[in-house]
């Protein structure tokens, strides 16, 4: 097996399998519920971070263990590997006026990603009957770690403060679904404007499909340079099952909004977060990326990862091997193609840290020019 394969294979079992820690240095940059890549630890091998489950059920029974003191990375207690962490980036340090901390309004993701959500509530999760049995979205705010909305303003002065001192490169807002046919879209046009005003950041933000598909150009307009709608999961009795309110919204409601979509922020520039692992087959899997694709839609395919506290907190996430099956032929396509994570403005597909997708990208590049 050459190099790519190698790093490629250990990135995927790592998301897999998790880390188990023996350590909890505070020093380094961890997630515990919240929205985005929850129970996470952002962790850097050879030049790449990807954000490595290790607060889950399975991670505490990983055969992979991190030695903190010398960074080294184990697996059955045999060195294979050396890793860094992202640390706690500077802006944490800093409130607003009114003694909000920054790390209430926007976190580091990976280690130059800057995330918010923007609401941190969803007409969704308020509903037993009608939420995504894997959200986690309530969590930091019961929590205490974050607040209920994060103003246009307060967004502004966080964006600009990470940019300046810890070199964020690009920027994801999402949202809870809140009522009212623009699902959020309103309020991320009213985040990026202030945002762009305040400092020149790539932005991505992620919303269902609103009602009206003219919110697209709004948002264009506003200053968001890439859109993220998430599918999470295909076969239509799952989504039935997993996540019923947001089943509602159908799939062919979907691909219309990402036709649309396209048109507006161009090929490449929209994209959809897929959950691997919680029912839907391979071949549904790889099957649905290339009619994506076929869209110029950007399917970021991530191994589901089991939050704790939430309905779906024991299911097994998916084995690196099924893992390798999907991505594998995937990357393939986007390669193809020519639609890459490297070219994706803005957002999850351009960070890469949640999904080993982006190296299979670079092994296949590796091939093609072999």
Request: aromatic fraction near 6%.
């Amino acid at each position: 097996m050459n190099t790519a394969l190698s790093k490629q294979r250990l990135l995927t079992e790592l998301q897999s399998s998790g880390i188990r820690l023996t350590s909890t240095d505070t020093q380094h940059v961890s997630r515990r519920g919240g929205a985005g890549p929850s129970d996470h630890q952002a962790v850097t091998i050879d030049g790449t971070t990807i954000m490595v489950p290790v607060y889950t059920h399975s991670a505490r029974d990983s055969d992979f263990t991190i030695e903190s003191d010398k960074g080294a990375l184990l697996k059955k207690s045999i060195p294979i590997s050396v890793v860094g962490f992202s640390q706690t980036p500077r802006f944490y340090a800093l409130s607003t006026a009114e003694g909000i901390p920054y790390s209430h309004i926007a976190t580091l993701h990976s280690k130059d990603v800057l995330a918010t959500t923007v609401l941190q509530t969803c007409i969704r999760y308020e509903s037993r009957r009608k939420a995504c049995k894997f959200c986690s979205i309530g969590q930091s705010l019961d929590a205490g770690r974050t607040v209920a909305r994060k103003t246009p303003e307060q967004l502004a002065e966080v964006a600009r403060a990470a940019v300046e001192l810890d070199g964020i490169k690009h920027m994801v807002m999402t949202t809870g679904t809140p009522i009212g046919p623009a699902r959020g879209a309103d309020v991320l046009c009213d985040s990026a404007k202030a945002i762009k005003a305040a400092v020149n950041i790539p932005i991505q933000a992620q919303c269902e499909p609103p009602a009206d598909y003219g919110w697209f150009e709004k948002m264009k307009l506003a200053g968001i340079d890439s859109l993220g709608m998430h599918l999470e999961v295909i076969t239509p009795e799952l989504r039935q099952k997993l996540m019923p309110g947001k089943a509602e919204v159908s799939l062919d409601t979907y691909y219309e909004a990402f036709e649309v979509a396209v048109e507006v922020f161009g090929r490449g520039q929209v994209s959809t977060y897929i959950l691997a692992g919680l029912g839907d087959t391979q071949e549904v899997l790889v099957e649905t990326a290339g009619k994506l694709i076929d869209l110029g839609v950007y399917p970021f395919v991530v191994p589901f990862v089991p939050i704790h506290g939430t309905p779906l907190e024991d299911h097994p996430p998916p084995s690196a091997d099924f893992m390798e099956s999907v991505l594998g032929p995937i990357a393939s396509m986007l390669q193809q193609a020519n639609m890459l994570s490297a070219d994706i403005k803005a957002g999850c597909g351009r960070c890469g840290a949640c999904s080993s997708l982006s190296s299979y990208e670079r092994a296949e590049t590796v091939s093609n020019q072999l």
